[in-house]
């Protein structure tokens, strides 16, 4: 590992001075969990990091507004995904969060941090000598003539097909979620579906944050879908993996049974958080059956662009989300 | 304040660590590159917990920081400052008594090469204290972050489970 400054801050605001006395080739270090895992491989060099653990202006979350959730930044992935609000009224934020990576890890990562988490691109981490326009921008990307089976089918560009791996943001996507940020210019907020960016022609620029901002709070409209939802992942193995396919479903039913609000994501197949209007416009208005569940599968995978080893996940996708409103509609107050 | 590691006492690239380890008070100056898995294993000789992967993906070092169980690997040394530190050393009684856990371990075969047992041990006793060892598949759910490359898993949730029961 490089060498690095260290400091720690305690306030917002000392996190935000700091990271602007550091430099561009600063990082925020919060659960550690992507970023140090990084700077082993060497794949991340910062020269300075600015440790914001311990930051109180970040932690806590509150799942008891009638208008909206919020969560801090830096509340950690094991505390809310047991939030009884949430796993009772918004199973599929639950759901996203336990489903992801290891108890030892949820307890350590961040929610804002895990909003950032790198790809798990085999040749992003491999490092050299692997082409990686993400890494090492103009290098080219050994993921288009190699093992592509973990890479993108939706947002990928000739410069990169790297899976964004997140599976709370997949399922934010679907709520229409804001993220709130702070930074040297002050504070504002965007939706989530406008903080990652896909890899085009600059495959390092993965998300729309201003140089020294920092995601403060992520807010989450509050919305009866909420409780008819499910996030839905497929793995390799039954746990502790990253999602194959993923798919955040939440809506609700009229008094006939039929669909009204829509929201359908999908994860593990896509450069960012992948909304998929055209699922959501498939499903809207029908009732529930198996061949409507389907057909909003196949029109979320409708216009994938499969590369040589992942073309499975057509089907798979499709079956995923299938699945996700079946069971989402069997949690949905009629 | 900010906390800057200074240059008064050394390197910028220093710091000083204060912590307890299985309750015992620890001082000593680190890299700021260290793992608390390194610190632990080759400055402070607690070897109980186990360098796998290094990557946060096996949990052969789960430790626990505060209570909770994290991953030392993944654990920057000087993120531990303050905090209190168990490892599997720090588990049986004070006169060498093993632990429930321990003990169930044996009894269920739940080890075969023993090399990720300290970390099973420490997930399992987290797992446990969570209220997350309900039946077997929570079981199953909530100790896949700690691998087990000779295959004893399932003496490992019949362990985690007996002591459920037991209800310690």
Not at chain 1, 252 to 271: H, N, Q, S
Not at chain 2, 3 to 23: I, K, M, Q, R, Y
Not at chain 2, 36 to 65: F, I, N, S, W, Y
Request: glycine residues 12%; contains cysteine.
């Amino acid at each position: 590992m490089r060498p690095f400054a260290y400091t720690k801050v305690e306030t917002l605001a000392e996190a935000v001075d700091a990271l602007a006395a550091a430099g561009p080739q600063a990082r925020l270090l919060a659960g550690g969990t992507t970023l140090y895992d990084l700077m082993k491989l060497e794949i991340e060099t910062p020269s300075a990091v600015v440790d914001v653990h311990r930051v109180a202006d970040l932690a806590g979350f509150d799942t008891s507004g009638d208008r909206e959730l919020v969560f801090g930044a830096g509340a950690r992935m094991a505390d809310v995904a047991e939030d009884g609000r949430l796993r009772r009224d918004y199973p599929a934020l639950s759901e996203s969060l336990w489903r992801a990576a290891s108890q030892q890890l949820r307890n350590m990562a961040t929610l804002g941090g895990n909003l950032l988490q790198r790809t798990r691109c085999p040749y992003f981490r491999g490092g050299e000598p692997f082409a990686c326009n993400k890494r090492s921008p103009g290098s080219g990307c050994a993921a288009q003539e190699g093992l592509d089976r973990s890479n993108a089918l939706f947002g990928g560009s000739e410069a990169c097909i790297a899976v964004y791996p997140g599976d709370w943001a997949t399922a934010l996507v679907a709520f229409d979620a804001e993220v709130d940020v702070h930074g040297p210019g002050g504070a504002r907020s965007l939706p989530l579906a406008r903080l990652h960016r896909e890899p085009g022609d600059t495959p390092q620029h993965e998300h729309n944050l201003a140089p020294g901002e920092i995601i403060t709070r992520v807010r989450v409209p509050v919305t009866p879908a909420g409780r008819g939802s499910a996030y839905l992942k497929i793995r390799d193995r039954e746990s502790y993996a990253f999602a194959l396919v993923s798919a955040a479903v939440a809506l609700t039913l009229d008094g006939d049974g039929r669909v009204d609000e829509c929201r359908i994501a999908v994860g593990g197949v896509a450069t960012r958080p992948w909304r998929v209007p055209a699922a959501e416009q498939a499903l809207r208005g029908n009732a529930i059956t198996e061949a409507s569940a389907r057909a909003a599968g196949e029109a979320a995978f409708t216009g994938a662009r499969p590369g040589r080893a992942n073309a499975f996940k057509i089907e798979l996708g499709t079956r995923t989300v299938a699945d996700a409103v079946r069971l989402a509609g069997s949690r949905a107050v009629g | 304040m900010a906390a800057t590691a200074s240059t008064a006492a050394g390197s910028a690239h220093e710091l000083d660590l204060a912590c307890t380890v299985n309750g015992e008070p620890v001082r000593l100056r680190v890299d700021t590159r260290e793992s608390l898995l390194d610190v632990l294993r080759e400055r402070l000789g607690v070897t109980g917990p186990k360098k796998g992967c290094d990557h946060g993906q096996c949990g052969a070092c789960t430790v626990h920081l505060d209570g909770r169980r994290v991953v030392s690997c993944l654990t920057p040394a000087v993120q531990v400052t303050g905090a209190d530190v168990t490892t599997v050393e720090g588990v049986a009684g004070p006169d060498g008594e093993l632990h429930p856990l321990q003990q169930a371990f044996i009894d269920h075969d739940a080890l075969q090469c023993g090399y990720c047992t300290p970390g099973q041990i420490m997930s399992g006793l987290a797992c446990l204290a969570e209220g997350h060892a309900g039946d077997d598949d929570e079981v199953r759910e909530y100790m896949s972050g700690n691998l087990c490359r000779c295959g004893a898993y399932a003496g490992i949730v019949a362990a985690v489970r007996a002591v459920a029961e037991q209800g310690r």
